[in-house]
Nanobody
């Protein structure tokens, strides 16, 4: 399994931006990568995913047009740029990885998970 470490979370006002990073312990150039989030008292939900080469991305409807997922395979890192943040974006954000050439988005499709980074958006 791949070890994943997220960073970049924090407290931001509504309308602000954050960029999350997820560093992998191994080469990820054959891995699909994804971001999920879990708010207190709620189930974990899909946010965004990207295929192994970065040519295909998927987003949850709630973040389309505001969030952008990208990757740098040379650095074994995936990013989540979050703009125009809203209080409802407050959650623990997880990075996930799965060795596949396909674009995946179901949490069950991912075999490796990070510990998460907290994002809090104040109104």
């Amino acid at each position: 399994q791949v070890q994943l470490v997220e960073s970049g979370g924090g407290l931001v006002q509504a309308g602000g931006s954050l960029r999350l990073s997820c560093a992998a312990s191994t080469r990820t150039d054959r891995y699909a990568m994804g971001w999920f989030r879990q708010a207190p008292g709620k189930e974990r939900q899909f946010v965004a995913s990207i295929n192994w080469i970065g040519a295909s991305t998927r987003y949850a409807d709630s973040v389309k047009g505001r969030f952008t997922i990208s990757r740098d395979n040379g650095k074994n890192t995936v990013y989540l740029q979050m703009n125009n943040l809203k209080p409802e974006d407050t959650a623990l954000y997880y990075c996930a990885a799965q060795k596949t050439l396909y674009t995946v988005q179901a949490s069950a499709d991912f075999g490796s998970w990070g510990q998460g980074t907290h994002v809090t958006v104040s109104s």
